[in-house]
């Protein structure tokens, strides 16, 4: 077929809605959409390299907005997913949406918008689960620090519920897998990246970042914690299916059993 | 901080707590102000799941468990032979500001024994609650104890920090509260419950003409019942439960089955198992009057005063009254939709959704994601093949339970859980 190519872009949400942008302007017929980073491997086409435009980007996301609210957010979660081959399945999404009279009822039995739909709930349940699990510790520095390792992408996500909660501290919570976290420093929410020594789990031995008040704090919470069950109503398959085992070891009320 | 100290009140002081059900952090709409810690105005999280499986969401704790009173189900009361403590009010604003910068708690959950009188000891709690707002600025949520028999300016001071009271009522019938907490008159506990009420609405008249109104308990009040104390039918609770939900607006009723805690010729003894699951069936009862549609004497009445064990109160509905099915799921109306015994409120809507696209038949509903090992006898869809062997209800029954067991006791905790 023409003009058919495969684009490859920066790895960014904006990126990935150029390459949309351009893919619908110059009517490519998209074989695959990849990040740069990815080890291409594109035998049979063409390859154009995408260079972020936050104009296009912006106006493909005005585009999907005024389909449907609910769309631009499974788009963007599902990006997020960082799941396999997610870039090519989004355009797809994004090319029915456009072509729908009304972005508002989709049609759930069409195998690709379930997909979108159900990666998209899983990033808002991740999503959930870090808002929930993030468990702070106060360094001598002030600042009330966490690290993370969630399933999927989710600090972007994040970032505006712990800003509206804890305006008035320092905070910085760092996600490991993804070498990259968010800082407030009471004015403004930033990207950093660290040069970390160690990373801060609940392991027993103490580190000297912290004051000694923080293990005081954190022995009282899993106090706390032992001391809500009721022996007679123990139920460990409920209690995992809540808090899956993965995240036990940035828990401090898991200290024993990590 | 007194380290060991505080350690020891808290060990003691939450083991006491613990008994009351109630962890709901969310229904509130208390926003961020002037850049202060907190925010309660968004969905509850649970930041942990204690062992058995329930949300952990806030400081649950009793400013004493010094106690006069001697109630027969409660481990505070004054006869049992327990260790006491007490905290002073700085050192439970100091737990509850550390645990919610750590972002370990949506909130505090404060209750307390009586000591001296019923408003001495509120005017304590109110204290806890008023320097949190006006000291610290925090803006999480507070979930205040009523305590019975509280005068009508206090809990109208309550309402103005705190998000949440609640009085729970216990034992559900008056006999039953008789016996168990002699000291204790039922006028007592719906003393505050009334005054709570009339202050929500006043609260929302108010409002409506002078924006600036101070808010009062923006997240409503609550109550509780022991289940299983006293022989009461589940007809007895769940019908009491349907008269504080109207009379007084309930947010929230709460079953807790009964947790042996003394030795009493009044009480199922010591070592007796927790009702579990008809607490289970309770909080499912409840669940269809308030979402779903169903009406109180539909699921209990005098010829069914207690719920079924081994299948859940829809099915059981269903059961009973074959007549309603097969309902036609490319035409029902919602309501008939949400009584087909395996649909969820959330499955009714996605095929209200889906059905504008086309007739469905089961290829449809299975890859909507709608569960249908229950619900294809009680219902059609555009298929040739269902389920069409004159079954009565009893095979029915059979057959759910052959091939089901205790998966669909799972989603409803779940589900529970997530609105709790
Ligand atoms: S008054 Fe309350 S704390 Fe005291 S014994 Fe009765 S239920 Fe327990």
Not at chain 2, 180 to 185: H, Y
Not at chain 2, 248 to 251: D, G, L, S, V
Not at chain 2, 370 to 374: F, G, M, P
């Given at each position: 077929m023409e003009n058919t190519k495969t684009l490859i872009y920066d790895g960014s949400f904006n990126g990935f809605l150029t390459a949309v942008f351009i893919a619908f302007e110059e009517k490519i017929n998209v074989s695959d959409i990849q990040r740069n980073s990815h080890g291409q491997n594109v035998l049979f086409s063409e390859t154009e390299t995408i260079f972020t435009d936050v104009h296009k980007a912006k106006r493909v996301w005005n585009g999907i907005r005024s389909k449907s609210h609910n769309a631009i957010t499974n788009v963007y979660f599902a990006f997020l997913s960082e799941a396999e081959g997610i870039e090519l399945i989004l355009y797809t999404y994004i090319q029915k949406l456009m072509a729908?009279?009304?972005?508002?009822?989709?049609?759930?039995?069409d195998g690709i918008v379930l997909r979108i739909s159900q990666l998209a709930r899983s990033v808002g349940r991740e999503k959930h689960r870090m808002e929930a699990f993030v468990r702070f510790q106060l360094t001598k520095d002030e600042i009330y620090f966490a690290n993370i390792e969630p399933d999927f992408d989710v600090l972007p996500l994040i970032s505006k519920h712990f800003r509206n909660r804890y305006a008035d501290q320092q905070w910085l919570i760092y996600d490991v897998k993804r070498k990259y976290g968010i800082h407030y420093d009471l004015e403004h929410v930033e990207l950093v990246s660290l040069n970390l020594k160690e990373v801060h789990f609940n392991k027993v031995h103490k580190s000297d970042a912290f004051l000694s008040e923080e293990y005081d704090y954190q022995t009282l919470w899993n106090d706390y914690f032992k001391s809500t069950n009721i022996k007679s109503r123990i139920n460990r398959k409920l209690h995992t299916q809540h808090v899956p085992k993965r995240y036990w070891k940035y828990l401090s009320e898991k200290k024993e059993t990590a | 901080m007194d380290f060991d100290r505080i350690q020891e009140k808290l060990n003691i002081l939450a083991d006491a707590a613990k008994y009351d059900v109630s962890c709901a952090s969310s229904g509130s709409n208390r926003t961020n102000t002037n850049k202060g810690l907190g925010d309660a105005s968004k969905m509850g999280i649970c930041h942990s799941y204690t062992e058995d499986g329930r949300c952990v969401s806030l400081l649950k704790i009793l400013l004493t468990n010094h106690c006069i009173f001697d109630c027969a189900y409660c481990v505070t009361r004054k006869s049992n032979d327990v260790k006491r403590a007490a905290f002073k009010i700085q050192e439970v604003v100091d737990l509850t500001i550390n645990f919610y910068r750590r972002n370990y708690i949506e909130g505090l959950f404060l209750s307390s024994g009586i000591f001296k009188n019923a408003d001495y000891t509120m005017e304590r709690l109110i204290a806890v609650a008023k320097k949190l707002r006006e000291e610290e600025n925090f803006n999480g949520y507070i979930h205040l104890k009523s305590i019975p028999d509280a005068s009508d300016e206090l809990m109208y001071e309550a309402g103005l920090y705190a998000d949440r009271l609640s009085v729970n009522i216990e034992v559900p019938t008056i006999s039953g509260l008789k016996l168990?907490?002699?000291?204790?008159?039922h006028e007592d506990f719906t003393k505050p419950m009334l005054k709570v009420k009339n202050e929500l609405l006043r609260f929302k008249n108010e409002r409506k003409i002078i924006k600036s109104t101070p808010k009062y308990a923006p997240a409503g009040q609550s109550t509780q019942m022991i289940v299983g104390a006293t022989g009461e039918t589940d007809k007895d609770i769940m019908y009491s439960a349907t008269y504080y939900y109207k009379k007084?607006?309930?947010?929230r009723v709460y079953y807790s089955g009964y947790v042996p805690v003394a030795e009493d010729s009044r009480l199922p003894s010591i070592g007796s198992q927790v009702p579990m699951l008809r607490e289970n069936r309770l909080y499912q009862t409840d669940w269809l009057l308030r979402f779903y549609g169903f009406a109180v004497n539909e699921i209990l009445n005098n010829d069914h005063p207690n719920l079924d064990i081994d299948v859940d109160p829809k099915l059981s509905w269903a059961l009973r009254n074959?007549?309603?099915?097969?309902?036609d799921v490319n035409t029902a109306d919602r309501r008939m939709l949400a009584r087909i015994p395996g649909l969820g409120m959330r499955s009714v809507e996605k095929i209200v959704s889906a059905r504008r696209f086309r007739k469905l038949n089961w290829d449809h509903l299975k890859k909507i994601g709608?569960?249908?090992?229950?619900a294809k006898y009680f219902m059609v869809s555009d298929s040739r093949n269902w389920e069409r062997r004159d079954l009565d209800a009893e095979k029915i029954k059979g057959m759910i339970l052959q091939t089901s067991s205790g998966k669909f006791r799972n989603q409803y905790s779940n589900q529970l859980a997530l609105f709790n």
């Open positions: 729908s009279k009304n972005g508002k009822q989709l049609d759930y039995s | 168990l907490a002699p000291d204790k008159k007084y607006h309930m947010k074959m007549h309603h099915f097969p309902v709608v569960a249908l090992n229950r």
